[in-house]
């Protein structure tokens, strides 16, 4: 027995609904994988910038060492 008008009507907002929930979870999905990838960047940024800092007090202190500050007055 064929569908009626209003069945198949019904059926096809049922599909469109069912497809925004889809969407939704896609949406809440991608915004997590966001924030969780913002994280990491911002995590990866700060290591990033303590590991430089080291770099730059670790080349200080042996251009220090390698520097006296008042030359010996005599030779070994």
Same mark, same amino acid.
């Given at each position: 027995?064929? &569908?009626?008008?209003?069945?198949? +009507? #019904?059926?096809? $907002? $049922?599909? +469109?609904? !069912?497809?925004?929930?889809?969407? =939704?979870? !896609? +949406?809440?999905? @991608?915004?997590?994988e966001q924030a969780?990838?913002?994280?990491?960047? #911002? #995590?990866? =940024? &700060?290591?990033?910038?303590? &590991?430089q800092e080291n770099?730059?007090?670790?080349?200080?202190? !042996? @251009?220090? +060492?390698?520097?006296?500050?008042?030359?010996?007055? =005599?030779?070994?």
């Amino acid at each position: 027995m064929p &569908a009626s008008m209003t069945e198949m +009507v #019904e059926a096809h $907002l $049922l599909n +469109v609904q !069912r497809e925004l929930e889809t969407l =939704k979870t !896609r +949406v809440s999905d @991608a915004n997590a994988e966001q924030a969780r990838l913002q994280a990491y960047l #911002e #995590e990866g =940024k &700060a290591t990033l910038q303590v &590991a430089q800092e080291n770099e730059a007090h670790q080349a200080q202190a !042996r @251009a220090t +060492v390698m520097t006296p500050e008042a030359p010996l007055s =005599k030779p070994f």
